[in-house]
């Protein structure tokens, strides 16, 4: 029997922790600015390192984020923790940068369908834009991170050829930005599909700079990161509770849990630095802030049932 599997598994990951952004910014719960700050706090307290806190695109596209200046005054930032914030343009940067992140994301989408829908823009026209806030932010010490939507598939184009992602990924590069973290926006991945998308990626790029941004929208979230981390993926972005739904089919679940990607990882041997039970904590502070049950599975099944 072939037993290769889980051969050369990592001493540790790293969560990077996409709730406050991309959960509330999919959520149609209007949620105060306090009530943020203590998601965003109870989640540093877990010890999450790295946190994308909000975003700076205009408050017409998304009214939910507008408060994101106010909130990262609020936040209390522990020392070694990297905050971010997403930032479509030069404006965007300039906000960013009178709050003091570490950390700015850039955003684009494989398929031309997705991108034009979600910023108006071509995919040339988005990797244009993107110069006039990536070597700025460089030059301010900023690091910057790039997230690339619809690999695994486009919700108006359908199938998309990992080759155009594997281009742009390698301009983004080019750009300097650190890392790419190649997204499954509307969570159709399967694992077989995943390898052979990875395949791809990391005969191009070194493993270090791509992370794995997957929706669990059809439950396969969890099964995909599996694969790259047997691949070599050693950052995964994750959502606490799942806040997020998928914003293409109402109701359905978003972003992988942080609890159930880290309560896997922990009981594989693999250390992220966080306490599960915080983390719990902080996915109950979630629940409660937009007023709904989330569907992490870890969450609503708890770390120790099995125990006698
Ligand atoms: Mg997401």
């Known amino acids: 029997m072939n037993t290769t599997l889980f051969q050369s598994l990592p001493d540790a990951v790293s969560v990077y922790e996409v709730s406050p952004r991309d959960g509330l910014q999919n959520e149609a719960a209007a949620v105060s600015t306090y009530n943020k700050t203590r998601l965003v706090d109870a989640l540093a307290e877990s010890g999450l390192q790295r946190i994308e806190v909000t975003s700076f695109v205009s408050p017409r596209w998304i009214p939910q984020l507008s408060d994101a200046d106010d909130l990262l005054k609020m936040v209390h930032r522990p020392p070694g923790a990297t905050y971010s914030a997403l930032c479509p343009n030069r404006q965007g940067l300039e906000r960013a940068l009178a709050t003091g992140v570490e950390e700015i994301a850039v955003f684009l989408s494989v398929s031309e369908g997705h991108n034009k829908r979600n910023v108006n823009k071509s995919v040339a026209e988005s990797l244009a834009g993107f110069r006039d806030v990536v070597q700025p932010a460089l030059e301010h010490g900023l690091r910057v991170r790039a997230y690339l939507s619809t690999l695994w598939?486009?919700?108006?184009?359908?199938?998309?050829?990992p080759k155009r992602g594997v281009?742009?990924?390698?301009?983004?590069?080019d750009m300097g930005c650190y890392q790419v973290s190649l997204g499954d926006t509307i969570g159709a991945g399967t694992p077989l599909q995943t390898k052979r998308i990875l395949e791809m990626f990391l005969a191009e790029f070194?493993?270090?700079?791509?992370?794995?941004?997957?929706?669990?929208?059809?439950?396969?979230?969890?099964?995909?990161?599996?694969?790259?981390?047997e691949m070599g993926i050693r950052t995964f972005d994750a959502s606490v509770g799942g806040l997020g739904g998928c914003p293409y089919a109402p109701g359905a679940a978003g972003n992988l849990a942080t609890e159930d990607l880290v309560y896997t990882l922990h009981a594989m041997g693999i250390q992220t630095g966080i306490d599960l039970d915080k983390l719990l904590e902080a996915g109950r502070v979630a629940s409660a802030i937009v007023g709904r049950d989330l569907p992490g599975k870890v969450l609503r099944a708890g770390v120790r049932s099995l125990r006698r």
């Open 153 to 161: 598939g486009c919700p108006y184009e359908g199938e998309v050829d």
């Open 167 to 173: 281009a742009i990924t390698r301009q983004l590069f």
């Open 206 to 229: 070194p493993s270090e700079r791509l992370a794995m941004h997957m929706h669990d929208t059809r439950g396969t979230a969890l099964a995909n990161v599996i694969v790259g981390l």
